[in-house]
């Protein structure tokens, strides 16, 4: 199932953002070639980045809790779950594949 994710970051976190950022993306990118991941991407506010929106294609939720398990920014408390968002969508398909 298609969901859209917004999570916006706990507050003053932005330098330990960046330090683990490389490691979020890592997983990111191999979970995007694996299409489970088919969009994500920077939240800005006042040119400043307050969190991460993500277009996911989970199977189930056990996927999604075994995504978020293993999610760096989730681990080192960027993400603030008690606003974190997961939104039923449905995408329309990319014909210019």
């Known amino acids: 199932m298609q969901y859209l994710i917004i999570a916006y970051d706990n507050e003053g976190v932005l ?3 960046l330090e683990v950022r490389g490691l979020h993306l890592k997983n ?7 299409g489970k991941i088919i969009s994500a991407g920077a939240l800005i506010e006042d040119e400043k980045i307050v969190g991460t929106t993500l277009f996911v294609d989970f199977n189930s939720d056990d996927e999604i809790n075994e995504w978020l398990e293993n999610e760096p920014y989730v681990q080192n408390n960027i993400w603030n779950m008690e606003e974190f968002q997961i939104v039923p969508v449905k995408m329309i398909p990319n014909t210019n594949k």
């Open 28 to 34: 990111t990118k191999k979970l995007m070639s694996e």
């Open 15 to 17: 330098e330990k953002r």
